[in-house]
């Protein structure tokens, strides 16, 4: 069973960036394909971006796209989300999901595991 926690989150500027990590410990975090989920006050969570445990395959959000990237680094147990330009709709508790057999990217219901979330607020 893996647990995972989130960190990088804060304020920052529009047009500014931040680097969140998805920190993985129990397990291998290469056995697992990984999500990037944000919930905005009084919004549904949402799918931000995702990659699979296989190929490192990388898939993103239309809200995202040319400014996230997601990555992973398997020596150091760890996913993470490059963000660029933010705006502040990009403001939301941002969470990472874990889930070995991945078969729809967005749909939360489909991972197992999750971290406690960290918050991101972009904001002048």
């Known amino acids: 069973q893996v647990q995972l926690v989130e960190s990088g989150g804060g304020l920052v500027q529009p047009g500014g960036s931040l680097r969140l990590s998805c920190a993985a410990s129990g397990s291998t975090l290469d056995y697992y394909a990984i999500g990037w989920f944000r919930q905005a006050p009084g919004k549904e969570r949402e799918g931000v971006s995702c990659i699979s445990s296989s190929d490192d395959t990388t898939d993103y959000a239309d809200s995202v796209k040319g400014r996230f990237t997601i990555s992973r680094d398997n020596a150091k147990n760890t996913v993470y989300l490059q963000m660029n330009s933010l705006k502040p709709e990009d403001t939301a508790v941002y969470y990472c999901?874990?889930?070995?057999?991945?078969?729809?990217?967005?749909?939360?219901?489909?991972?197992?595991?999750w971290g406690q979330g960290t918050q991101v607020t972009i904001s002048s």
């Open positions: 999901a874990a889930e070995v057999r991945l078969r729809n990217c967005y749909v939360d219901d489909e991972y197992d595991y």
